[in-house]
């Protein structure tokens, strides 16, 4: 058995949805190519992606079922559920709640923070606010992600 703990990423939904996106729009394709590369590195096991349960309720809530489906496949088929202290990122979501970052973007970084080494997002203003806020986990969107690491 294998000694090294591969980095773990979460993906926010809105990433995961970036291929259903309008593909004629630049940086829209460019985000898309980004997940896709990352999507390579999870399947060739080069990184784990945490799944929580935040991201089943967001995505059981997409009206369009081919899309939803089809992440829901993805997060189940690739998606990794760690063990964290559930009362701490209840606690920590609430706080960044408090602070202005919206329900479902609290709860995503908050489980970040306690499972994961990067948060991807291609939420701009979600990524300022995380920048702004410290938050204790490394915040990227999938292009800078992608640049960083090396993915081709």
């Not at 929580?52 to 369009?64: A, D, K, L, R, T």
């Amino acid at each position: 058995m294998e000694n090294f703990t591969r980095r773990r990423i979460y993906l926010d939904v809105c990433t995961l949805c970036r291929p259903f996106d309008d593909q004629d729009i630049m940086r829209i394709r460019l985000e898309t190519d980004a997940y896709y590369l990352i999507l390579q590195a999870i399947q060739d096991e080069a990184y784990e992606m945490v799944v929580s349960p935040v991201h089943f309720e967001e995505v059981n809530s997409i009206e369009e079922l081919q899309e939803k489906y089809e992440i829901l496949s993805f997060l189940q088929t690739y998606g990794v559920r760690v063990t964290c202290d559930l009362s701490k990122v209840r606690v920590r979501a609430e706080c960044l709640y408090s602070i202005k970052f919206g329900l479902a973007d609290a709860a995503h970084v908050a489980f970040a923070e306690g499972t994961s080494d990067f948060f991807i997002s291609c939420d701009d203003r979600l990524l300022k606010k995380c920048r702004r806020n410290n938050v204790g986990v490394v915040v990227m969107n999938p292009v800078e992600f992608s640049i960083k690491e090396g993915l081709r």
